[in-house]
């Protein structure tokens, strides 16, 4: 029996896209493996949001080849898709296959001339259909991802990813809420929508339909929670909130993107908010959800971006005090507008910037975790690590337990203990 093995790199949109492929070469007769394990077909679904995202892609994709000489090498992906060249030029590649025809993967595979380089990249912009994928399992998880929409339409000054995937497209709502019932048949009860911009879903049939759709997903009998993946500030308007309300599976935990607490800065990114529209959006999240986590992504140096300019996004992070962050700095791409601009920042003043951004928000996520010190808490427990169980509760905080037994799978109510570095440290209680 001949193996597979895969590597993914980046975002969720790409760890469900990796499953559904693994999924097509299991059904093919593969025997899948671990990705540093000998395997006769080696596939690395890769990221290019930043310049570190393409090393790490080309690092992947030599170091598959030393597991096994003869292998065959399989480059998908946002990097492959906006730069096939590059990866042409990478020794032992033999199928690059980009953003599109992940279906026919196997296939292609196996339909290869072993001495040329087989690349299948379309022209993304003119693609207007969701490529259905399906998934039934995921390897060794409690929480399942499910992918809902395609592309993105925003076109953020500094971002490649619309290059990369294309004009929107969404999945038929029916498909959606049948793979749903199968992944709640099959055992997992916690689902993630998941989508390049889950905000567009539906717009491109003709009406904005999220909110309606996660109305229906709520009704599903055995679906305990439902959870978002990133989303824009400004789809979780009066409207949308007025409709999700009684969605009393939909988890209380939004990654609302803000960029920059800049207005300035927001606007040369072309990001589509205020900071008073972001502040106004949070504000009546919590109003509607006590317990709300607000999680985020904030950028660093971007061009332009002076001293009172970051002045102003860490005043604004401070006030809006978010249970989470991701940091990250600027890193030009190119094609992007931003890019091509003359006042780029040094990265010294990225890294110092990067590392305030880093402080100011570990403190705020300590410090909404301390606030369910003594309370009780629903907690989906996932795996053991270092001699504790690890699980999350609804808004997203990471729990650990000591216990005796597999709680993998598990709901389990928990007192928080304490807060240590991000962790809620917590007893069950029967």
Partial sequence: MKKAAFYTLGCKVNQYETQAMTELFSNSGYEICDFDSYAD?????????TAMSDRKSR????????????????????????????????????????TSDRKNIVSLCESLNPDTISCHIGDIMKNHSFEDLQISKYEERT??????????NQFCSYCIIPYARGPIRSRDEEEILAETKKLVKNGYTEIIYTGIHIASFGLDKGKERLADFLCKANEIDGLERIRLSSIEPMTL?????NKIKDCSKLCHHFH???????????KRMNR???????????????????????????????????????????????????????????????????????????????????????????????????????KEMCVLFE????????GKTSNYIT???????????QYKKVVIDKCDNGIAYAHIIE
């Fill in 256 to 266: 609302l993107s803000l960029q920059s607490g800049c207005d300035e800065t927001l």
């Fill in 383 to 390: 795996q053991p690590i270092k001699g504790f169980f690890e």
């Fill in 143 to 152: 929480r399942a991802y499910i992918k809902i929409q395609e592309g993105c």
């Fill in 272 to 374: 589509k908010y205020t900071t008073e529209q972001y502040k106004k959006i949070v504000e009546d999240l919590r109003t509607l959800y006590p317990d709300v986590a607000i999680t985020t992504d904030i950028m660093t140096g971007f061009p332009g971006e002076t001293d009172e300019e970051f002045s102003k996004t860490l005043e604004f992070v401070n006030e809006i005090q978010f249970a989470d962050a991701h940091i990250f700095q600027y890193s030009p791409r190119n094609g992007t507008p931003a890019a091509k601009r003359d006042d780029q920042v040094a990265p010294y003043l990225k890294e110092e910037r990067s590392k305030k951004l880093i402080e100011v928000c570990a403190r705020s996520r300590d410090n909404f975790i301390s606030s369910f010190i003594g």
């Fill in 59 to 98: 690092q992947i994709i030599r170091r598959a080849k030393k597991n096994n000489p003869n292998s065959i090498i399989i480059v998908t992906g946002c990097y492959a898709q906006t730069n096939p060249d590059a990866v042409k030029k990478i020794d032992g590649v033999n199928l690059i296959v980009g």
């Fill in 41 to 49: 077909v080696y596939v690395i679904n890769t990221c290019t949001v």
């Fill in 399 to 409: 729990v650990y337990v000591k216990s005796d037994i597999n709680l993998q799978g």
């Fill in 237 to 241: 308007n009066t409207e949308f909130t």
